[in-house]
């Protein structure tokens, strides 16, 4: 994979974006995701993973073949003023959201209809990210385990656990939505039903975080269920 450095302001780890080319005043166009790698305390540098744009397919347009250099715009944290709340129950969503006036709030039945065409009622991470992208949404929230858990929604880097003891009566699956059935494909992950709501979202948190002391230690220092993912954790 490639990168870049940037020169700018400290930013969070995981943070996503995009470089952008500008042509001329007029044109500009993306050519690379970019996702924030590390941050240089000393000299203040940035550094970005880059990897192919690829938000805008489109088999019947051309595409350009552009590679990164000096001179090119990064773009990031696009997208954090959206954001897609995965609760439990629809008195959670609302409590979440409601609080939170910052951000405009993609409702979860958008997710669940785009899931159904997909055929996957068990959401995949590819799943998520790819909606965020239809819906220009930078910032995920998954309620599990009485937490919060904010990720920026293309890197699924973990970016803030937030305790949240909310009561609960049950949980809805795969998520809380007003659609009454998400369609099942006949085969391939993420085609048969999400059986527990809490257990999988943890897993995919944690294997998209296996470096995050902070989850580790929220996992660890948590009386649940789940301690048994501390063994997916590469801390040094």
Avoid at 91 to 108: D, F, G, R, T
Avoid at 158 to 182: C, H, K, M, N, W
Avoid at 194 to 214: H, R
Wanted: negative net charge.
């Amino acid at each position: 994979m490639a990168s870049a450095t940037i020169n700018t302001a400290k930013i969070e780890n995981g943070v996503s974006g995009f470089i952008v080319r500008h042509f001329n005043d007029e044109h500009s166009a993306i050519i690379a995701n970019a996702v924030v790698k590390n941050y240089n305390e000393h000299n203040k540098t940035l550094t970005l993973s880059l990897s192919k744009y690829t938000g805008l397919r489109n088999n019947s347009l051309p595409s350009g073949a552009w590679e990164p250099r000096v001179g090119d715009e990064a773009v990031l944290a696009f997208g954090y003023n959206r954001a897609l709340l995965i609760a439990p129950q629809e008195s959670i969503w609302y409590k979440i959201s409601s609080s939170v006036n910052a951000l405009e709030w993609v409702h979860p039945d958008t997710l669940a209809t785009y899931l159904s065409y997909l055929g996957h009622p068990t959401p995949l991470k590819d799943d998520i990210s790819g909606f965020c992208t239809v819906v220009n949404a930078g910032l995920l929230y998954i309620y599990a385990q009485n937490a919060l858990f904010t990720l920026d929604c293309q890197s699924f880097a973990l970016l803030q656990i937030t305790p949240a003891p909310y009561d609960r009566t049950g949980s809805e699956l795969p998520f809380y939505s007003r659609v009454e059935e998400i369609r099942e494909a006949w085969w391939g992950e993420g085609s048969n039903p999400l059986e527990t709501y809490d257990p999988y979202y943890m897993e995919l948190i944690v294997e998209n975080n296996t470096a995050s002391k902070k989850l580790y230690e929220y996992i660890k220092n948590n009386d649940s269920n789940i301690t048994h993912l501390l063994e997916e954790f590469e801390i040094n």
